[in-house]
């Protein structure tokens, strides 16, 4: 769903997109007039709250939205983005935060989806004060969103922020803080890479496979140090010619250049670098039958799932097989430990099955099938009375 704006000055258009066709309403719509689209959209994404933060003195303009609190808390990143307009921003931040309710509902965890984001230039709008005052929007909130990095945020804004709240995650300040979530995330990634072998290729054992990584960074480079220790042959990309030369040397991994990953003939192919990138043009050329890798938003468009499906390549959904950045930040809320942490990643072992063999029943692509998953659970427990949060074990009034 994106809201477009039409050359009629004023005038927003809420288009449906196949990437998230169940986010609502086609038809044009009226800023500035009583029904003004902002609330049709939210309502048609199912938010419950949605915060514009000015701070006069800083000139801070930041949007939070909690998308749904069912589960607990809504948590996630701040990503500081300098938007071609403000509806560009609300609508990320929608879409972003509609995202983290769905990931943390299938990762099993006690929280619910929120994002914020900063609207400006990450190299001119950054100082103390702006990171404080959006510091104070969020304690505003008491608990009811958690924030984090995300693009363009990195460890010291978010020391800035928390001088202002207790609401943040992923610092290093604090007793118990996580630190870098990448070898979690890529536990988990190796975690659902090996249910998803198991399912579409019948192995228990990744002795001898053939697995491509496109990307050696964070993720990657912790997802090649697993694999090659279970004996899998390595074919790697990157466009950091010294992020290859680490894996070759580090892994024995075979270097491709580029686009030369999509066509490689391997068992799974691990994208850990780009959004986008199963698309028209990549799809055709996999030789691949599984796909499991730790990018987000790897499905250029929603029809892409299914595209996947009848050429019978297995698609282990992103924020599913990727949720261990999430899961290690969630640990930091019940008191840090890296063993928890790294074994409740390797649960996405058991969700990817479950996902891949209701999909096979249903006869729906998997990223289908993990939507339905996500709002099991919510369901399940939306209406139970007394819902306590995470942090304090209080009634979410009492946060
Ligand atoms: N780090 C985490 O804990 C985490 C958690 C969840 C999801 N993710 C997602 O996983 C992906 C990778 O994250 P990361 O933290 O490893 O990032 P990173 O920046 O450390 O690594 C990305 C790597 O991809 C390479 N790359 C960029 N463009 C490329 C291209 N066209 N072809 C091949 N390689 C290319 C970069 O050079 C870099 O080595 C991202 O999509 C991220 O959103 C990461």
């Given at each position: 769903?994106?809201?477009?704006?039409?050359?009629?000055?004023?005038?927003?258009r809420c288009l449906k997109s196949s990437n998230y066709p169940k986010f609502g309403a086609e038809r044009p719509v009226k800023m500035?007039?009583?029904?003004?689209?902002?609330?049709?959209?939210?309502?048609?994404?199912?938010?419950?709250?949605?915060?514009?933060?000015?701070?006069?003195?800083?000139?801070?303009?930041?949007?939070?939205?909690?998308?749904?609190?069912?589960?607990?808390?809504?948590?996630?990143?701040?990503?500081?983005?300098?938007?071609?307009?403000?509806?560009?921003?609300?609508?990320?931040?929608?879409?972003?935060?509609?995202?983290?309710?769905?990931?943390?509902?299938?990762?099993?965890?006690?929280?619910?989806?929120?994002?914020?984001?900063?609207?400006?230039?990450?190299?001119?709008?950054?100082?103390?004060?702006?990171?404080?005052?959006?510091?104070?929007?969020?304690?505003?909130?008491?608990?009811?969103?958690?924030?984090?990095?995300?693009?363009?945020?990195?460890?010291?804004?978010?020391?800035?922020?928390?001088?202002?709240?207790?609401?943040?995650?992923?610092?290093?300040?604090?007793?118990?803080?996580?630190?870098?979530?990448?070898?979690?995330?890529?536990?988990?990634?190796?975690?659902?890479?090996?249910?998803?072998?198991?399912?579409?290729?019948?192995?228990?054992?990744?002795?001898?496979?053939?697995?491509?990584?496109?990307?050696?960074?964070?993720?990657?480079?912790?997802?090649?140090?697993?694999?090659?220790?279970?004996?899998?042959?390595?074919?790697?990309?990157?466009?950091?010619?010294?992020?290859?030369?680490?894996?070759?040397?580090?892994?024995?991994?075979?270097?491709?250049?580029?686009?030369?990953?999509?066509?490689?003939?391997?068992?799974?192919?691990?994208?850990?670098?780009?959004?986008?990138?199963?698309?028209?043009?990549?799809?055709?050329?996999?030789?691949?039958?599984?796909?499991?890798?730790?990018?987000?938003?790897?499905?250029?468009?929603?029809?892409?799932?299914?595209?996947?499906?009848?050429?019978?390549?297995?698609?282990?959904?992103?924020?599913?097989?990727?949720?261990?950045?999430?899961?290690?930040?969630?640990?930091?809320?019940?008191?840090?430990?890296?063993?928890?942490?790294?074994?409740?990643?390797?649960?996405?072992?058991?969700?990817?099955?479950?996902?891949?063999?209701?999909?096979?029943?249903?006869?729906?692509?998997?990223?289908?099938?993990?939507?339905?998953?996500?709002?099991?659970?919510?369901?399940?427990?939306?209406?139970?009375?007394?819902?306590?949060?995470?942090?304090?074990?209080?009634?979410?009034?009492?946060?």
């Amino acid at each position: 769903m994106f809201l477009k704006k039409s050359r009629d000055r004023g005038t927003f258009r809420c288009l449906k997109s196949s990437n998230y066709p169940k986010f609502g309403a086609e038809r044009p719509v009226k800023m500035g007039t009583r029904n003004s689209g902002i609330f049709e959209l939210v309502q048609s994404m199912g938010h419950e709250q949605v915060v514009f933060c000015h701070d006069k003195a800083t000139g801070l303009k930041a949007i939070i939205g909690i998308h749904d609190t069912t589960l607990g808390p809504a948590l996630g990143g701040t990503r500081l983005w300098d938007y071609a307009s403000d509806e560009d921003a609300l609508v990320d931040v929608l879409r972003l935060s509609h995202g983290m309710t769905y990931k943390a509902a299938c990762a099993g965890l006690n929280l619910g989806g929120g994002k914020a984001v900063i609207i400006g230039d990450a190299k001119k709008i950054k100082s103390e004060a702006m990171f404080r005052a959006f510091g104070r929007f969020v304690n505003s909130l008491g608990g009811r969103y958690i924030t984090a990095e995300d693009v363009n945020i990195n460890v010291n804004d978010m020391e800035q922020v928390a001088a202002e709240t207790q609401f943040v995650t992923g610092i290093s300040s604090r007793p118990g803080g996580s630190g870098d979530p990448s070898p979690v995330t890529a536990w988990g990634v190796y975690s659902g890479l090996r249910a998803a072998v198991k399912h579409r290729l019948g192995k228990d054992n990744l002795a001898g496979l053939k697995v491509s990584v496109q990307g050696i960074g964070a993720v990657g480079k912790y997802l090649c140090g697993y694999l090659a220790k279970d004996g899998v042959k390595l074919v790697v990309t990157d466009v950091d010619q010294s992020r290859i030369d680490y894996a070759v040397k580090e892994f024995g991994a075979v270097a491709v250049r580029d686009t030369e990953i999509y066509g490689v003939d391997v068992d799974v192919f691990a994208p850990c670098a780009l959004g986008a990138i199963l698309n028209d043009e990549t799809i055709p050329m996999l030789k691949a039958k599984v796909i499991a890798g730790g990018a987000n938003n790897q499905l250029k468009e929603e029809r892409h799932g299914a595209a996947l499906v009848e050429r019978g390549i297995l698609y282990a959904p992103d924020y599913v097989i990727n949720a261990g950045g999430l899961i290690n930040v969630y640990n930091e809320l019940i008191g840090y430990n890296g063993e928890v942490a790294r074994k409740q990643a390797g649960n996405i072992y058991q969700t990817l099955t479950s996902v891949f063999a209701d999909a096979e029943k249903r006869g729906i692509p998997t990223g289908k099938a993990s939507d339905l998953f996500a709002e099991r659970r919510i369901s399940s427990v939306r209406g139970v009375a007394g819902l306590r949060n995470t942090i304090t074990n209080q009634p979410w009034s009492k946060i």
